[in-house]
Nanobody, 115 residues
Framework: QVQLVESGGDLVQPGGSLRLSCAAS????????MGWYRQAPGKQREVVAI???????IYADSAKGRFAVSRDNTKNTVYLHMNSLKLEDTAVYYC?????????WGQGTQVTVSS
C-alpha cells in the first residue's frame, strides 16, 4: 500500500511555469512506476507523463517539449516540471503509482492557467 500526496498546484498566467510534487509513503518507492495524469472539467482523465523505476520517461504529445517528469528515490518524491503553460493545461493533476498491477492515486492538485 502506498499513499500519494500532491502539492504545488496554483493559478499561473499563460507562459508561466510550475513544479508539482508528489510525496509517497511506504517502502520500495524506487520500484514503482510513477506518473502524472490530469482531468479537465467535462473531460476524461488523461496521462501526462510516466517515469519508470529506471528513469525512463513517456510523455503525452501535449506535454512533449514543455513538461518534464523526474523522481528522487531518496525522498520518495516524483516531480512534474511544467513550462510554457497554456490555457488548456488547466486541470486537476493527479499523481499515479503502479506496482505489481496495483494502481494508486493521489487526491489531486488544481492547476489553473489564466490571464
Amino acid at each position: 500500500q502506498v499513499q500519494l500526496v500532491e502539492s504545488g498546484g496554483d493559478l499561473v498566467q499563460p507562459g508561466g511555469s510550475l513544479r508539482l510534487s508528489c510525496a509517497a509513503s511506504g517502502s520500495m518507492f524506487s520500484i514503482y512506476v510513477m506518473g502524472w495524469y490530469r482531468q479537465a472539467p467535462g473531460k476524461q482523465r488523461e496521462v501526462v507523463a510516466i517515469i519508470t523505476p529506471g528513469g525512463g520517461t513517456i510523455y503525452a504529445d501535449s506535454a512533449k517539449g514543455r513538461f518534464a517528469v523526474s523522481r528522487d528515490n531518496t525522498k520518495n518524491t516524483v516531480y512534474l516540471h511544467m513550462n510554457s503553460l497554456k490555457l488548456e493545461d488547466t486541470a486537476v493533476y493527479y499523481c499515479y503509482a503502479n506496482r505489481a498491477n496495483m494502481n494508486y492515486w493521489g487526491q489531486g492538485t488544481q492547476v489553473t492557467v489564466s490571464s
